[in-house]
Every structure is written in structure tokens, then in C-alpha cells.
């Protein structure tokens, strides 16, 4: 696990076929302790896929800095992983390859690969193409792969979008064992409260643009409450200006 | 789009009827090459001239010309030309485009150059490379590359402007490193676009070869066909045609046609 901290003095991108330039962030800053299951909140279009691509270090185009703490354990670097808004996995290798290749080619990188697909409950797909499946196992298949480096950091942009309620739940679940089982520092990008309120040990809400931090909440609240009417107060919180 | 867990394990059926296809395309192909050989043994009869030799002429020219090893010996040394150059051409080409798909700075600045190379008439490249290297076989078969060259670049360069930066960023994330991205990101999406390079490419190269052979080379199927010519030996001519053509449609249908297959296997 790794706590960060972000500053952007301002990010924006420039103007596109006769659109205006736009300033998607502005003195903005962002700190997240360790083991924290930070959740994100905000209307589309304000910058959440950018900040996270700014974090992983896909985007370096803005004024400002970006800090990892140091790994736990003198593991030198801190290890990050992402669930991007699509799965995002190669169409032309199995699915158990996709989860090994973040590891290697090796042995040990297809042992790893296929304990990570028993914990995913995808074992049995481990030798077909990604292409196959349904868009909840290949999300599946992602969350292994996120999951198979064992991350100190791991960013999450609304990995579960499009799936029905059911499905959602059931990948709200998966991802709350797995990070029972390897814990670590979670960004995770959603725009639905409930979600939020359901796996967050902290929720941000962000207005803008430029984006601004509006609403910076705690949770203690067991599993029960959060289904329940303390669960139901957060949120109305949350949706209040 | 919903979850639905049932969306597996469409596999079977479909292999049956792609061959089923594939044998019945064959019958055809047959049918109307056969269709082709009666047509010029009817031509042949009518005409009754030396300068358009019946199929059965230019078998017996066949037959003369593999007794006498000379045929054998130049298809090999011919093929071995179009392999050299083909190989060659497939690796400095895909290196040029892909540089130059990845990077808009060098494809401003060279593509031009690209587009000068592809309309160089082949002949050109060929009496230039045998004045400036002498009438070598270096020199032969760097004529060949040099006026293939160009068209496999522009198509890798079409590939590499296409690639996925979705696949990209996710390689960067997970530090695949350079050998993993290549081998497992970049190379697969630009397999459409080597196997393009590469059948119109082995049709180029052994027409370019002929060429090269017959202006600067002592052996090969050019050099051959350059002294039937002399002799005005039509049969000889079209012997050695036919022959050439055969290999390299076996060439297409025992090596690229089957790795093309086996680079599409993960598709629906
Ligand atoms: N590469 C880009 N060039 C120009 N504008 C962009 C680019 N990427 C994103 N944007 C714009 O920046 C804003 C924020 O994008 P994004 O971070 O993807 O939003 P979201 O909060 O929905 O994830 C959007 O309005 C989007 O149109
Ligand atoms: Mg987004």
C-alpha cells in the first residue's frame, strides 16, 4: 500500500476542431493515506479519466507534481495498477495470458495468472480469447490482470459502467474479497453514489469545471449500515450543494 | 449490454463449413484453369503457328528442359533470389514504415522521399544498382529489395498510424517494456497489414527478379527465358513461366495463407 499526493497547478487541453480551449483543473490538490479506498464523484466530462491517467504517469502534459510514498517493506518503487473505463485487454491472446503478461512469460507469471482467475472465478475461460466472453467476465479477466501485480496503488475508472445492477453488485463483491485478500490504495472513479457510499472509506465529490474538490467525506460504517439508512444519509449529504 | 454468462463456448460448428467452403472454392478453381487449358489447345489448333505452342508442346519443352537439370537448377536459383530480396525488403520496409507511422516529425520529412521511391520506374533502380555495385549478385538482389521497399512501407506505415493507444497505455501501465509491447501489442495488430506487404509483395519481387536476371545474371528462370527468346523458343518460354508460377502459388497457399490463418485465430 502507498499513500499520494497530487498538486496540479493546471492542467488543460488545447482547443479541438473549433471547440474552446479548456481548463480541466486549476490549483487543485488531492491527498490520499494509505489503504484508503478513495471514491470519486462527478459529473462526466470534468476530468476524472484525466486525473487518473495524470496519476499513472500516461499523462505528463500539466503544471504540477505528483507524489508516491515509497513502497512498504523496502519494495523500492510503488507498484500501480489500473482498471481502465474498458477493459482494455489484447484480443489476440488468451485470457490467461492477458492476466500473465503484466508478470512475464515465464512459468511462475501463468501459475500467478491462473490462481488470480480462480479467485476471479474465471479459471475455466483461462484458454479462450477475450473476445468470447461477456462484458462482465471480461471486466472479470481485468480486475485479475489489476490484481495479478499485486498493486500498491490501484486506480479504477468506473470499472463496472454498462453492466446491469446485478452484475455490478456481483463485481462490487469480487473486488471487496480481493482487496481483503491483497489490500491497497484505491482511486476509484464512479458516478453513482450508491456504489460509492458501498465500497468507499472515503468519498470525494468534484464540481467544476475547473474541477474542485465540493464535498471530502469519511466513512465508518459496517456493510449492513451502508445498504441501510446511514447509507441512504450519506448519500442525500453527498447530493446536497 | 447486459452480463450474460452463457456467451462462451461458441466454438464448434463453424470450422466444418469454413473447410467445406474452402474444398468447394478448390473444385472451382480447378474447374475454370481447366476451362483455360481448353481454350489454348483450341487456339493452338487453329492458329497452327511455332509462335503459339499447344499445351502439349510446351509440356514435352517441360520435360526436355527438367531432364537436362537446367529448369530445376534455375527455378532454385531464382527462388532463392526472390526469398533473399523478399526477406530483405519484408524487414528494412516494416522497420521504415513503422518508424515512420509512429512518428509524424520523420514522416514529413521522409514520406515524400517514399512517394518518389514507389514511382521510380523498377527498371531505373535496376541499371542504376548494377552501374554503381557492378552486375552482382549483391547488386541484383539489392535492385529487388530497393523497388519493394517502398511499398511495404507505406503499408506498415498505414498499420503503425492505426495502432491502439488504448492497447498502448495499457502496456506503459503494466511495464511491458519494449520486447513484451512489440511481441505482444504492436506486432499483433500489424499482422493484416505484413500479410498484405507480403502477397502483394511475393508477386512483385518475382516479376522484378525476372527482370533483373535477364539484364545482369549468367543462371535463373530470367536467363533462361532470355535465350529462349533468342531462339524464339515460345514453348521454353512458357514452360518456365508456367513452372515459376506454380511455385510461388504453392509458396501462397503452403506458407502465408496458413500463418494468416493461425494470426486470425482469435477472432469470432
Ligand atoms: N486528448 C484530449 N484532447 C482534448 N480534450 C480532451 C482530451 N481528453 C479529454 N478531453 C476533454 O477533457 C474533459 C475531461 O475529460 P475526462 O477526464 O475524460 O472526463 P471524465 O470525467 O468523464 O472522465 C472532457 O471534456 C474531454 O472532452
Ligand atoms: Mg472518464
Given at each position: 500500500m502507498t499513500g499520494l499526493r497530487v498538486d496540479i497547478r493546471e492542467k488543460r487541453f488545447p482547443a479541438v476542431a473549433g471547440g474552446p480551449e479548456r481548463v480541466?483543473?486549476?490549483?487543485f490538490a488531492l491527498e490520499v493515506a494509505s489503504g484508503a479506498i478513495l471514491m470519486l464523484l462527478a459529473p462526466s466530462g470534468l476530468g476524472k479519466t484525466t486525473l487518473l491517467n495524470i496519476i499513472a504517469g500516461l499523462d505528463r502534459d500539466f503544471i504540477g507534481s505528483v507524489r508516491l510514498d515509497a513502497a512498504p517493506g523496502g519494495r523500492g518503487r510503488s507498484r500501480l495498477s489500473y482498471a481502465f473505463?474498458?477493459?482494455?485487454?489484447?484480443?489476440?491472446?488468451t485470457v490467461e495470458e492477458n492476466v500473465a503478461l503484466p508478470l512475464g512469460e515465464g512459468d511462475a507469471a501463468r501459475g500467478a495468472a491462473r490462481a488470480m482467475l480462480d479467485a476471479v472465478g474465471l479459471l475455466e475461460q483461462a484458454g479462450a480469447y477475450p473476445e468470447r466472453l461477456s462484458l462482465g467476465q471480461q471486466r472479470r479477466v481485468a480486475l485479475a490482470r489489476a490484481f495479478v501485480i499485486e498493486p500498491d496503488l490501484l486506480l479504477m475508472d468506473e470499472?463496472?459502467?454498462?453492466?446491469d445492477e446485478a452484475g455490478a453488485a456481483r463485481l462490487r463483491d469480487l473486488l471487496r474479497r480481493l482487496l481483503a485478500v491483497h489490500p491497497a490504495t484505491v482511486i476509484f472513479v464512479t458516478h453513482d453514489s450508491r456504489e460509492a457510499v458501498e465500497l468507499g472509506t472515503r468519498i470525494v465529490r468534484l464540481d467544476g469545471p475547473p474541477a474542485r474538490i465540493v464535498k471530502d467525506i469519511a466513512i465508518n460504517l459496517d456493510a449492513a449500515a451502508r445498504r441501510a439508512a446511514p447509507g441512504e444519509a450519506l448519500r442525500a449529504e453527498l447530493a446536497a450543494p | 449490454m447486459k452480463l450474460s454468462e452463457a456467451a462462451d463456448g461458441a466454438e464448434h460448428g463453424t470450422d466444418r463449413g469454413g473447410t467445406g467452403r474452402r474444398r468447394g472454392r478448390l473444385a472451382f478453381t480447378l474447374f475454370s484453369l481447366l476451362l483455360l487449358l481448353a481454350l489454348w489447345f483450341l487456339a493452338a489448333r487453329l492458329i497452327a503457328s511455332p509462335v503459339l505452342p499447344g499445351p502439349e508442346a510446351v509440356a514435352r519443352a517441360f520435360w526436355r528442359a527438367s531432364l537436362t537439370g537446367v529448369l530445376p537448377a534455375s527455378l532454385a536459383i531464382t527462388l532463392a533470389r526472390v526469398v533473399a530480396s523478399f526477406l530483405i525488403a519484408m524487414v528494412i520496409g516494416a522497420a521504415v514504415g513503422i518508424l515512420l507511422g509512429r512518428s509524424p516529425g520523420l514522416d514529413r520529412l521522409f514520406g515524400p522521399w517514399l512517394i518518389m521511391l514507389l514511382n521510380l520506374p523498377a527498371l531505373v533502380i535496376i541499371i542504376l544498382c548494377y552501374v554503381w555495385f557492378g552486375l552482382t549478385e549483391a547488386a541484383a538482389i539489392t535492385a529487388v529489395a530497393i523497388n519493394k521497399i517502398p511499398n511495404v512501407a507505406v503499408t506498415l506505415r498505414e498499420g503503425a498510424a492505426s495502432l491502439s493507444r488504448d492497447l498502448d497505455e495499457m502496456a506503459q501501465v503494466f511495464r511491458f517494456g519494449p520486447l513484451r509491447t512489440l511481441r505482444h501489442v504492436v506486432l499483433p495488430q500489424l499482422s493484416p497489414f505484413f500479410a498484405a506487404a507480403a502477397r502483394s509483395g511475393l508477386a512483385l519481387t518475382w516479376k522484378i527478379v525476372l527482370v533483373v536476371e535477364l539484364l545482369g545474371r549468367s543462371n535463373g528462370v530470367g536467363f533462361e527465358l532470355q535465350t529462349a527468346f533468342q531462339l524464339f523458343d515460345v514453348a521454353t518460354v512458357l514452360a518456365y513461366a508456367l513452372a515459376f508460377t506454380v511455385v510461388v502459388q504453392i509458396i501462397e497457399l503452403a506458407l502465408i495463407e496458413p500463418w494468416e490463418r493461425r494470426a486470425n485465430r482469435w477472432r469470432r
Open positions: 480541466i483543473y486549476r490549483d473505463q474498458s477493459p482494455r485487454l489484447l484480443p489476440w491472446r470499472p463496472f459502467v454498462s453492466l | -
